[in-house]
């Protein structure tokens, strides 16, 4: 079976799709804003730290398992497993958790979609912040329109993995994140040069260690965590089925620092179009849904040129949320053809069907069903899905994918190591073996927790 396995035509295509995975809009909508708010770029220096620390060695493990395994992690932790093991009963459970994901994101996506079209159709030309305010609420309250746009978004994503992998999931993805980094790079470039844009950039990236003092220094160190493990979407085998398609000619620890680099990028170039523009306007920039539906269009409407200006930032995000959107379809699309033997088409065709239903419930969240409050007052079921997905199911499957990649009972330390450093390239740092195997597992821990204690702490 393995040797019928499809496989990525070029390396390029692997990076751009396994960033384009990672790559989404927690880079647009929370990065900027946690980095000007906890001190700049010294926030941005612990990041990176944590992306190294944390980041990176979990993706390369992810890599990894699906390389050797040639499997979807539905299967590949059973294809690497000793004999009598059970670490492949989590497999299911990471593939539930790319159904959890397409849940929300598919419904964001779908507002992402109808925005480009307003603002292509110069819908929000005129308005001030209270009618843009008001229109974001109008699409909120219309299940109807939003489920239209949600469907559309499911239906791209799927016509595109349904043409194949090579000529489908990877030439399109490479197409839409060449398209999003020249986008990114002409966006940045527009809000430097707005008059007094400089003093966004000043609060953006400039080393203040007093906003991190002010905010705690202990909290500013785990939001730097908590960004650098969460902005990787480890843990649900949504990179690990691109590593199952790639050949061994390059280590898989230079790989992921290339991936990395990329969305680290688009991550801190955002921030160049968002807090430049912000402060050229006097807008304060907010963080959330509301940055993205509310300020940008409230920016973008005191800029002359509004019209493409707006069009293209929408752009932008649409292919920064399609790209994961395919990815994680790809994933689940795979483990049907894996595990079940169904052919492409059919998978597609099912899935398309049963994410659009399973999607339903966050679109009818903000108005039919908006009585149901899980955290309490201004929850929704989206804050619900996400906590299941982000809170609870990445970090125990990191957690998981680390003990299976470092302990003898697992797949074990030596294998991991064989396979990562297969190929010319960085081969992985062997002296962290210690800090991998008893350290980062209680940091991940950690982190599970205190996601947990804060949810909690909301009910409250």
Known sequence: MSGQRESLGSRLG?????????????????????????????????????????????????????????QNIGMAL????????????????????????????????????????????????????????????????????????????????????????????????KVMMGCLLVLILILAAHSLTLPGSGSGVKFYLLPDISKAVESGLGETVFAAMGQAFFTLSLGIGSMEIFGSYIGKEHTLTGESIRIIMLDTFVAITSGLIIFPAAFAYGINPDTGPQLLFITMPNI??????????????????????????????????????????WSRTKSCAVNAVAVALL??????????????????????ILDLEDFLVSTTLLPLGALLILLFCTHRAGWGWDAFIKEADTGSGIKFPGKIRLYLKWILPFIIIFIFVDGYIKTIGRLF
Request: aromatic share 18%; hydrophobic share 50%; with cysteine.
């Open 78 to 173: 059973k294809t690497l497993e000793k004999p009598g093991s059970k670490w492949h009963v989590y497999g299911p459970f990471a593939i539930a958790g790319n159904y959890l994901l397409m849940m929300f994101y598919t419904t964001i996506t779908g507002w992402l979609l109808y925005y480009c079209y307003v603002s292509a159709a110069g819908g929000f030309s005129g308005l001030d912040p209270a009618g843009v305010g008001v229109f974001f609420s109008g699409l909120m309250a219309d299940p109807l329109r939003q489920a239209f746009w949600m469907i559309l978004a499911v239906a791209a994503g799927f016509i595109v993995v349904g043409i194949g992998l090579e000529k489908g999931v990877e030439n399109i993805t």
């Open 14 to 70: 692997f990076i751009f799709l396994s960033a384009g995975c990672a790559i989404g809009l927690g880079n647009v909508w929370r990065f900027p804003y946690i980095t000007g708010k906890y001190g700049g770029a010294f926030f941005v220096l612990v990041y990176l730290v944590f992306l190294v620390l944390l980041g990176l060695p979990i993706m390369v493990m992810e890599f990894s398992i699906g390389r050797a395994s040639r």
């Open 359 to 380: 999607s339903m419930p966050c679109v009818l969240g903000f108005n039919v069903w908006s009585g149901f409050k899980p955290f309490g007052e201004g929850s929704n």
């Open 300 to 341: 973008f409407n005191h800029m002359s040129g509004s019209r493409v200006w707006g069009t293209l930032f929408f752009v932008f995000m649409s292919f920064a949320a399609l790209s994961t959107l395919i990815a994680v379809f790809e994933n689940i699309t795979s483990y049907w053809i894996d595990v079940h033997k």
